[in-house]
């Protein structure tokens, strides 16, 4: 039947406030990281592979981004990932002991499709799907799956689905990671741990909701935007981007922040809100020069920064405070502000959220 909005404005919000059920549901009978979780092959499907091949569009291909840093960190596992569109035209350089991973909420987006069965006709046969809809063309077409239990998605632009995407993909690495030896006993209770915790913690960021809403009230009247991240966080910049471009019809770019000097320093002004997605990890001090620059041009820093960072507000320097650090699984939590402050920029705007004009929930067609 038809889904209710509820108490929301648009389902993009819903959506976005679902993430925590969604998430819950999605690992609900996860008592273990046991192959299993990915079909009754997976054992001996992930016994015959040294390497992963990630293929997807869209938002789903920003997910992606994000787990090839986890399965090359966590599970020691080299990765790739390609946009569906380019790699099936490309000349590429099979190997048959590689698992290709589709992402798709859909499971229908043509281009995914067509990627999965060229690297089929290169010769690799170790197929995996991540996707929200179990009776989709990816899931019949893959060996294995993982479905995510995000319910349907009606918003145009991704967000419950995204999260969970990363849920799969998270459980996939440690999957990986043990089967290869570089997950003990004791890692995994913990990472089993910090997996179920993910709803509160989704919680205690969706209630920073009105901090966002005052942004999204600059933003509005801007005409460009620049995210900034690191390592990990990078895809999260590259997704806080694309959300704002959908929905708000706002320019934004996203720059791994070490880069900034190679090309995007030139575009600072106090007319380029930068948005910094600043989490407590290794590179912190490094993001944190990077700032420097930032605001040594006259630019305006919007910062979502962990409790332990020590970043606080002064002019030129808007800070939202995250309620946890979160380690591997930051990434789920830092998008979260940045989906809201796309959201609430699109309201203030007034565009049509849940249908922005030109895109399509689903691409069934090239
Ligand atoms: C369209 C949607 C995006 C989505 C992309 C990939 O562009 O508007 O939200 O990320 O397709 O879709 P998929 O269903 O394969 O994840």
Redesign the pocket.
């Known amino acids: 039947g038809a889904v209710e909005l509820g108490p929301y404005r648009h389902y993009m919000q819903k959506e976005i406030f679902e993430q925590p059920r969604a998430i819950a549901d999605t690992l609900e009978g996860v008592e273990a990281i046991t192959p299993t979780l990915f079909g009754t092959q997976a054992e001996q499907v992930f016994s015959q592979i040294d390497r992963v091949l990630i293929l997807?569009?869209?938002?789903?291909?920003y997910s992606g981004s994000t787990a090839k840093y986890w399965l090359e960190s966590i599970a020691k596992i080299p990765c790739n990932v390609e946009i569906a569109s380019e790699y099936r035209y490309r000349d590429s350089v099979p190997d048959a002991r590689t698992l290709v991973v589709t992402?798709?909420?859909?499971?229908?987006?043509a281009d995914?499709i067509a990627a999965l069965k060229h690297a089929r006709s290169l010769g690799m046969e170790h197929t995996l799907t991540i996707c929200?809809v179990a009776t989709s063309a990816?899931v019949r077409e893959c060996k294995l799956a993982y479905v995510t239990r995000a319910g349907v998605e009606i918003g145009?632009?991704?967000t419950k689905?995204?999260t969970t995407?990363l849920a799969g993909l998270f459980l996939l690495t440690l999957t990986l990671a043990k089967l290869r030896g570089h997950l003990n006993a004791e890692a995994e209770a913990s990472y089993l741990k910090q997996l179920r915790h993910l709803p509160a913690a989704l919680q205690a960021v969706l209630a920073l909701e009105p901090q966002v809403v005052a942004w999204a009230e600059a933003f509005a009247r801007k005409d460009n935007a620049l995210f900034l991240g690191r390592g990990l966080h990078y895809p999260i910049g590259l997704e806080g981007a694309l959300k704002l471009k959908?929905i708000s019809y706002i320019h934004a770019e996203a720059y791994p922040a070490g880069e900034l000097k190679h090309g995007p320093l030139a575009l600072v002004t106090a007319e380029m809100p930068v948005v910094v997605v600043a989490p407590n990890d290794v590179l912190l001090e490094k993001l944190k020069s990077n700032m420097q620059e930032v605001k040594a041009r006259g630019g305006e820093l919007y910062v979502c920064a962990d409790g332990d960072t020590h970043i606080h507000a002064e002019p030129g320097i808007h800070v939202i405070r995250m309620p946890e650090h979160y380690g591997a699984l930051s990434p789920i939590l830092h998008v979260v502000p940045l989906q809201l402050l796309a959201y609430h920029t699109a309201c203030a705007k007034g565009t049509d959220v849940d249908k922005p004009r030109n895109?399509?929930?689903?691409?069934t067609v090239e």
Request: hydrophobic share 35%.
């Open positions: 997807a569009c869209g938002t789903s291909y992402i798709s909420q859909s499971g229908e987006t995914t929200n990816m145009v632009a991704s689905a995204f995407q959908e895109l399509a929930k689903s691409v």
